[in-house]
Each structure stands twice: as C-alpha cells, then as structure tokens.
DNA sequence: ACCTCCCGCCATGCT
DNA sequence: AGCATGGCGGGAGGT
C-alpha cells in the first residue's frame, strides 16, 4: 500500500521499476538470478558465500579480495542501485574466490568471522551508495537486493539500515526500501542528537557514573549528595533513559508501522550512543558507560548482568555501523581496572543545531524556538506503542524518583558492574589492528576511493561515482579515508544553524532559526511522552508558512557542487526568511547559512552565544504561546528535515499525505539550517504538530526548565557579537562545568582552536591527552579538510593541520559574522574533533567534582589554555 | 578467560 | 496467514 502511493511520488526512476515493493526480493533475485546463477538463493538470504573473505590470514590479501569486491559496487552505485551492481561485483567476487579457493583453504575463504562482520558489511553497504547522494536521483535500497548482493542475511542488512536510519542517513520508504540520503543530513542530524544530548545531560550522567564508580572503589561517599542532584535534574528534565528517537522528518514517519518498535530499538540506542560522544568532553565513550546510560541510569543499579551483556552486545553492532561510517573508532581506556573498551568520537566536530542560545543552557529548548519557524516540521508521533499515557510529566517525574533513589543506592552499594573507575586515562588509541588490519584496510580503500569520486560526483552529480577510479590505493593511507567529510559540507551547512551569531539571537532565538531554515523538521518525543504528542495541528499557529523553495532545486545543487550548494543555500535562505520575525539577526543568519553550507562542514559548530537572560525571556514568550497548544513533552526533539530535501520527492510525498496545512512545497527544505532544535526536554516544552507532518512546529519551553537551565553565567556566553567568538559547544561545556561545580564561573573552557587552527575553533579537549591530541586533531583536520580541499589532500595523512583544513570559504571572522558562527568550525572543528582521547571517566571524574578528587586533571582548563 | 559479536530463533506487528 | 522487522541472547571465534 504505501508503497504504491511511494512510488507514484516519489519515485522517478527507480520506483518504478521496482515497482513491487513488497517482493522486491523477487526482482532483485530475478535480476541475481540472471545474472548470478550462483547465488541461487533467491529470498533467502543465503549466508556468505562470499568468498571473498577468504583470507583471513593476510591481511592484505582481505584487503584485495574486499576491495575487488567493494571496487565495482562502487562503480555502480548510483545507478544501479541493485540492478548492476550486483552483477558486477558479484563476479568479481566470485573470482575471488575461485582463486583462493585454488590456494588453499576453502576454510580460510570461508568466512572467517571477521569477513562476516557488521563493520565489514557495513563497509560494503556504504560503498554502494555515494556519501553525497544527488538528491534529484532516487537513491532506493532495497533491503533485499542488498542482502543478496552482499550476500548476507537480511537480519544483518536491518542492523545496519537501523543504525543508519538513526543517523537519517537512510529513511524507510516503504517494506524493504529505504532511500539513501548519504551523508548530507548528517551535520544536522548530529547537531540535533547533539542538542539532545546537552538536554538529557548526558554528559553530566557520565560524569555521575563515572565519579560513582571512582567513589566506589575509594569509598567515597561525600560527593554523593551532589550527584543526586544532578541525577535528579536530569531524570527531570528528561529522563534521559527514555528518550526517544530523533527522527528526521519526512522519512520515517510514514511508516507508521514500523515505528512501534523505534523506542527500543537499535535506532534509539544509535542516537543515544551518538549523543554520549558528541556531549562528552573527551569524546570517549566506554561501553560500559554507555551501556548504563542507555539502560538508564535509575537502573543502573538494577542492571543484571544478562541486560547489561545485551546492551553491550548491541552497542558492539552499533560501534561497528558508525565505526564503518568513520564516526568513531575503538580505542581501550585503561583504567585502574584495566583496560575498558571504548570508544572515541572521530566524526565532525558538531555544534549543536539548536544554534543559538543553547550554548549555555543544556536546553536547547531555546534553540527550538528559534526553529519553530521553520515551516515544515514535521511532526510525528511515534511513539504509539510506549505506554506511557499522560504527557504530562509523569514520565519524567518518576524517573527523578527513581533516579534518586537509585542513586542513593548506588552509592551505597557498589555496581556491580565491572567497571571500574577510572582511572585517567586516555589511552588512547589504540588500535585494534591487528585482528582488524584487514577490515580496515579495506575501509580504507574503500573510502579512499569515495573520496575520489565524491569530488567527481559533485561535479557530475551522482554518476559519478561510478568510474571509482582509484580504487586500487594503498592501504596505506588510510588517511584518506577521513576525507570523506568534504562534499557534504555544501549541504550540511546549510543545515548548520547560523542563526546564532547575534548575541540577540538569544533573545530572539526564535526567530533566528528560521531564515536559514526553512526546513521541517520532525519531532520526537520521547515515547513515553510521545504519547501525549497528540496536539496535532492545533500548534502549529507559530508556524509561519514560509515559502521556501523547494528542496528539490537546492538539492541538487548540493549534489552538483559544492558552490552550487552554496548558492543555493542562500537563495534557501532568502526564501525562508520570510516567515521570519527576526530582523536583522536573521539576515546575518541567513547568511550564515550561505557561508555555512560552504563552512558547514567545517564548522560543526555554528553555535552561537546567547544572553541566557534574553533566551528565558524568549522561552517564556515561548511558552505563551504554545501554552495554546497544549501539549507538553517532555522531550522532543526537532530534527530538520532539511536534507531530507534530497527527498525532495519524500517531502513531497509527505506533504500530501499530510495534506494540510503545508503545501508540499514549503516543506521540503526549506531551510536546510534548521537544524534541529531540540526542544528543550524538559518536560514542559511543547511541540506541536500534527501528527504528521508538516505543520510547523512550535516549540514551547516550559518556564521550568528555562529556570533551570542556568544560564547567564557564563562569560563566555555573553555573546556578543554576531560573531560568536566563541563555540557553542565551548559555551556549553563551560557551562556544564560550571553548573556541575566544576569550574569556577570564571573559568571557560575555551574553544582554542587546536593548535593552530583557527581560533575560532571551539574545542575542548580532554585533558590528558593533550599532545596526542594535537595529533589526533591533525588527523581529524586532514579529514574534513579533505572533504573540502577534496583532493587536495590526498591521502596524506596528514594533515597539515589544521591549516588546511576548511576548505571552506568561511574565514573566520572576517567576513561575515554569521559565517562565522557556523564555521567557525573549519578549522576549528575538525581539530576540535580531535580532542583528546582521555577516557570519559578520568576526565570527567575530575571535572566532577569540584568535590572531587584531586587527582585527576581538570582536563578542560588545562588544555584550554593552550 | 575475556572480548567481540555472529547467527538466527522467534516475538511483533503490519499486510 | 504470511511476511517484514528486529529484539535478544547463545555461543563461538579471536586474542
């Protein structure tokens, strides 16, 4: 059913030929079995038989093997998505393994179970599909074509899609297809999760357990009050434990069905597990931290172990999805226990979306409002199966209860978990190597040769990718790989909030968003809550209707150049604006939005200052609004649609479907800046939508939370001129520390642009870590860098530093204030996201507490300084 | 012995 | 009823 209605909007070319969706597995096998008769296997999914993996033992034979294999799906990508592809790479493969085969050991060509692994497949699957989709093209996946063509179960194929869904990378079209969005909603997305992630406090939540753990093997009791607090507040807040998803707009929501299960899901803990690195100051996440997190940390104590061995199992899924996308890599922290695996966060450096005001307050809810402009949310309600009934905050209610209990208990009694406390450090990377050289290597390949045909792909648009030339790179650099990040940029920065350069923004924070914007976003709450979403329409009064452009034109923009993109980005804003309240702030927004869409990349980090006082103010203005509306949630998150332009024909789709308010038109993506807002968690906020779709949104803060949220203090915050000097995310950090005690008002973590870079950079870095830091930030540069210089840098590991490292056009101050904002990042950014690896727990404990033990280092004055 | 995490059973829920 | 999804955890490969 969906599917037909799908098709006939969305889908151009592709749909049509596929036509069926429901089987697409028999086209697909049709296809296989024509052309692979080896295969055989038509739906089922039959296991490997790949024999491509074969040599487990070599290393670099894998790599070989993996390469050939991966190389001419690459090729094809775009265009077949399913058709040729498999073809082509099939064969290949299977020559492969006729020749290893000869060698030696069928055992070995087996599977080895590394060959077998997600990463592994993962890797494949993304080589499939361009990083920076052209919009304009369908970019369908079918699940079982993909299955066969990668030769594995399609159970695998979910977990994959699932976690990529997570990122809005990929959106559900209908039963077994889902359409690729790449990487172009991926600033944004990460800039919501991160927003997110500042609301549930996540970061202090690691702090907590981390200090619990330190406290735990001292005996430390004292600090305990303390931590209740903020465990409180947390659970408060939001119960951070039950978030919800994030959900991009328009795509998923339309299959409603499926949905019953996101709260759970795989999807879920995606994004939390996402957010804990991007909210975390070292950006190094233990599993076992995260692990807690995700069960919740009212439960912590309770976790049995059988829970604890399953999230952990799932977070290993996960890990090797965003490991494959180069978001994160494994790394061992030592701690006094011994070593803990974790790992570190080596994606963009991502401001936070809900650009302005947040900075300071974990609240994004600010940020929301700024958003509400935007047109097109859209607004869905997930969250049907959780059972919580009333929006109100129950939810939220109990679980500070719980929380607090439970972290009296805790405290009292020791977790069982096997954790440890930390011990500082950092270790840093380390790497796994050895076991994985293979996998990686074949990473590297593969992702050296996206980032050849990325450039290529932008000029051309999606074809390109096709002709994946240089497929035979050397393992070796794997530097390359980094590069990734670059054509992306155009579209992301967009995405990327400018709105808050001005200082006023927060007071207007509103407003702000919007000009660039113009996108939908789509809402989540938390499910628990979500239920409570109904306010439907009834909301969207804020909602300005803008007339943004299409999506469509933009998108293809963005797929076609980068300058294009840019190009377009600011006509995007133009039209956007328009629903606007802001005034001048705006405008600066709205360029920013151009500068961001060539910065996007770069910056990650558009954040923004804010007064705290004008973003209560605005909040409460908010809150008067919305009151209309009605509903409350406790958490929701707004996620921009805006790339999701490159749905353009999704947009489309949904914005019949929804039929009302919105002209399709408008909400397609309008502004690719909005980014997302999360609306503040606490529970008060209100969103509207209606259920579906685009009505616009409106976000209300509660007056709660905006008392809680601190704001103001911060010097650092104050934000004064459009040019944010600072970064948000340095804002926030300060904030939190300070909120946390631990630092002292005056002191600010300061965004010190690694070394070298730019100063606008924001960056935190973890304490420890410090010279590998600027290691590592080289590395990270190289790779944004890369996106953006593209070639430039080839593989070269890297990096200059950050010098080189944006591409973009954004210069830092000079320009233009608002550009600034978003890009600051550029340079800044990259190396931001290098920040050190220093285990979570060591830094954190240290921050914690000002109570705390000394001993640890107060990772972020230290290194700030700088 | 522990870390990873593949595999696939089987529950769910839409069609 | 059938099928698509995907939660879940046993248990095996790797180190």
Known sequence: ???????????????????????????????????????????????????????????????????????????????????????????????????????DEYEKSQPSRKEKSLGLLCHKFLARYPNYP???????????????????????IYDIVNVLESLHMVSRLAKNRYTWHGRHNLNKTLGTLKSVGEENKYAEQIVMIKKKEYEQEFDFIKSYN???????????????????????????????SVNSRKDKSLRVMSQKFVMLFLVSAPQTVSLEIAAKILIGEDHVEDLDKSKFKTKIRRLYDIANVLSSLDLIKKVHVTEERGRKPAFKWTGPEISPNPSGPSPLT????????????????????????????????????????????????????????????????????????????????????????????????????QLARSGPCKPAAPPDIPVNAELELTVPSLIQPLGVVPLIPNPLSSAVPVILPQPPSGSSYAIYLQPTQAQSMTTPQGLSPTVCPI???????????????????????AKLNASTKPGNLLPAPEKQAAKNGDRETAGERGSKRASMLEDSGSLKKFKEDLQGLENVSTTLFPSGYLIPLTQCSSLGAESILSSKENSDTLSPNHRIYSSPIAGIIPVTSSELTAVNFPSFHVTPLKLM?????????????????????????????????????????????????SSSPGPGTNPMSPRIEA?????????????????????????????????????????????????????ESFFRTPGGPTKWAGSSCVDLDGANKTSLGTLFVPQRKLEVSTEDVH
């Open 1 to 103: 059913m969906e599917n037909e209605k799908e098709n006939l909007f969305f889908e151009p070319c592709k749909r049509v030929l596929m036509k069926t969706p429901l089987k697409e597995s028999n086209t697909p096998n049709t296809v296989l079995a024509e052309i692979q008769p080896d295969l055989g296997p038509l739906t089922t999914p039959t296991k490997p038989k790949e024999c491509s993996q074969g040599e487990p033992w070599t290393p670099t034979a894998n790599l070989k093997m993996l390469i050939s294999a991966v190389s001419p799906e690459i090729r094809n990508r775009d265009q077949k998505r399913g058709l040729f592809d498999k073809r082509s790479s099939l064969p290949e493969a299977k020559d492969c393994l006729h020749e290893q085969l000869s060698g």
């Open 134 to 156: 052209n919009p304009a093209v369908n970019n369908d996946i079918c699940l079982d074509e993909v299955a066969e063509e990668l030769n594995v179960e399609r159970r695998r």
């Open 226 to 256: 303390i931590e209740d607090h903020i465990i409180k507040s947390n659970s408060g807040q939001n119960g951070h434990s039950d978030m919800c998803f994030v959900e991009l707009p328009g795509v998923e929501f339309r299959a409603a």
């Open 362 to 461: 974990p609240f994004a809810s600010s940020d929301l409002e700024m958003k509400r402009p935007s047109k097109e949310n859209c607004a869905k309600n997930l969250f049907s199966t959780r059972g919580r009934s009333n929006f109100t905050r129950h939810p939220s209610l109990i679980k500070l209860v719980k929380s607090i209990e439970s972290d009296r208990r805790k405290i009292n009694s020791a977790p069982s978990s096997p954790i440890k406390t930390n011990k500082a450090e950092s270790s840093q990377n380390s790497a796994p190597f050895p076991s994985k050289m293979a996998q990686l290597a074949a990473i590297c390949k593969m992702q050296l040769e996206e980032q050849s045909s990325e450039p290529k792909k932008k000029m051309k648009a």
């Open 547 to 569: 007339p943004s452009s299409k999506a469509t034109g933009s998108k293809d923009s963005t797929d076609a150049t980068t300058e294009k993109a840019t190009n377009d980005a």
């Open 701 to 749: 803060v509660s007056p709660t939370t905006v008392a809680a949220v601190p704001v103001g203090n911060s010097p650092a915050l104050t934000s004064s001129h459009p040019v944010p000097v600072q970064n948000p995310s340095s804002a926030i950090v300060n904030f939190t520390l300070r909120h946390l005690g631990l630092i002292s008002p005056s002191v600010q973590v």
């Open 767 to 819: 304490v420890s870590g410090i010279p590998e830091n600027s290691g590592t930030q080289q590395g990270r540069a190289s790779r944004y860098d890369s996106p953006v210089s593209g070639q430039n840098q080839p593989n070269g590991q890297s990096v200059a530093v950050a010098g080189a490292q944006q591409p973009v056009p954004v210069t830092p101050k000079g320009s233009q204030v608002v550009a």
